[in-house]
């Protein structure tokens, strides 16, 4: 399993769960930042302000998008750890995202 493999990180969990309704799947979570985490590849680098703050977290190394709990999940590569922390925000929380370029 690599890193950014959906169940790696717990994303669409709800797909394999008995009590998800396939026939009524919709998307659950509103918002500009949801709508771009949902069309986001995993692997890139994005920066992310959250709603009420001015500091602008990242580099972050996105992994993946729950569409069901709003969970947008990131790879922190600041050198807090060697393989860098894991942070899971609610992406009706992001304020803006900045995408680094490509390259």
């Given at each position: 399993?690599?890193?950014?493999?959906?169940?790696?990180?717990?994303?669409?969990h709800?797909?394999?769960?008995?009590?998800?309704?396939?026939?009524?799947?919709?998307?659950?979570?509103?918002?500009?930042?949801?709508?771009?985490?949902?069309?986001?590849?995993?692997?890139?680098?994005?920066?992310?302000?959250l709603?009420?703050?001015?500091?602008?977290?990242?580099?972050?190394?996105?992994?993946?998008?729950?569409?069901?709990?709003?969970?947008?999940?990131?790879?922190?590569?600041?050198?807090?750890?060697?393989?860098?922390?894991?942070?899971?925000?609610?992406?009706?929380?992001?304020?803006?995202?900045?995408?680094?370029?490509?390259?």
């Open positions: 399993m690599g890193l950014f493999d959906d169940k790696s990180c717990g994303c669409d709800f797909e394999h769960d008995p009590k998800f309704d396939h026939k009524h799947k919709k998307h659950h979570c509103k918002g500009c930042a949801c709508e771009q985490l949902r069309a986001l590849d995993p692997g890139r680098l994005v920066f992310v302000m709603l009420g703050s001015d500091v602008r977290l990242g580099p972050l190394t996105f992994a993946c998008f729950d569409d069901h709990n709003c969970c947008a999940t990131f790879i922190d590569n600041s050198g807090v750890t060697p393989t860098g922390s894991v942070i899971i925000i609610n992406c009706q929380e992001i304020a803006a995202i900045t995408l680094a370029p490509l390259g």
